[in-house]
């Protein structure tokens, strides 16, 4: 069974600071891990991935995230965070390969103070 | 197109009331999920078609709830009866290559009253 863990559900940081989302999660098998980020009123949009390889991932708007098998966790980290930041951050696992679903954390509400 | 796209963006049902979702996927993307997102909470999987055929409805939490994609394409999730715990946002995503994410749609929030 896969499962996801996010601890906190708010963060605040202010603008130009670390922003720093943990993720840990529970496999079975080597997993997929997958960083999703949610604007009001809209879909999920795939900010990065780690499937195998490089352990350090880096995706869009100067988001990365580092897999670290021996902690179980996939934390999101951006140096300096921007207003635009702002939104809901969903971190998910799914052990890849035909069809297997994605199980998704509880999100962390991310808010950045000007 | 250039995204998934679903409709409607907004339905408000009477409960009692049947409903169909619509997804039209990216063009040629071979898989195909379903979400339902409650308020609050991150997605959860309902249901997985690979083409035309439905590989995985584990997640329908009724049968009430039905899902088809009769030519691999258009998606359509039908739920019978509605219930106000239906309520939530109903996310579609697609694929070409399975497991290595999947654009999302920008769902359709179904409110039952």
């Known amino acids: 069974a896969q499962s996801v863990t996010q601890l906190g559900s708010h963060v605040s940081v202010s603008e130009g600071a670390l922003v720093l989302l943990r993720c840990n999660y529970s496999?079975?098998?080597?997993?997929?891990l997958f960083w999703y980020v949610q604007y009001p009123n809209q879909g999920l949009q795939l900010l990065l991935k780690?499937?195998?390889?490089?352990?350090l991932v880096k995706g869009i708007n100067g988001f990365e995230a580092e897999f670290k098998k021996s902690e179980t966790s996939f934390h999101l980290t951006k140096p300096s965070a921007h207003m635009s930041d702002a939104a809901e951050y969903f971190c998910?696992?799914?052990?890849?390969?035909?069809?297997?679903?994605?199980?998704f954390g509880t999100g962390t509400s991310l808010t950045v103070i000007p | 197109g250039a995204g998934v796209s679903q409709s409607p963006r907004y339905k408000v049902a009477k409960r009692g009331q049947d409903v169909a979702l619509r997804c039209d996927p990216i063009?040629?993307?071979?898989?195909l999920f379903w979400y339902q997102q409650a308020l609050g909470q991150g997605p959860e999987f309902l249901t997985y078609?690979?083409?035309?055929?439905?590989?995985?409805k584990s997640g329908l939490p009724s049968d009430r709830f039905f899902a088809e994609r009769p030519e691999g394409s258009v998606s359509t999730l039908k739920i019978q009866r509605t219930q106000q715990e239906d309520s939530a946002v109903y996310l579609c995503?697609?694929?070409?290559?399975?497991?290595?994410?999947?654009?999302f749609g920008s769902g359709t929030r179904l409110t039952v009253v």
């Open positions: 063009s040629g993307h071979v898989s």
């Open positions: 496999s079975s098998v080597p997993p997929y």
């Open positions: 078609f690979q083409n035309e055929a439905q590989l995985d």
């Open positions: 998910a696992v799914s052990e890849g390969g035909t069809g297997n679903q994605f199980y």
């Open positions: 780690y499937t195998t390889g490089a352990t």
């Open positions: 995503a697609s694929s070409f290559l399975q497991g290595f994410g999947y654009t």
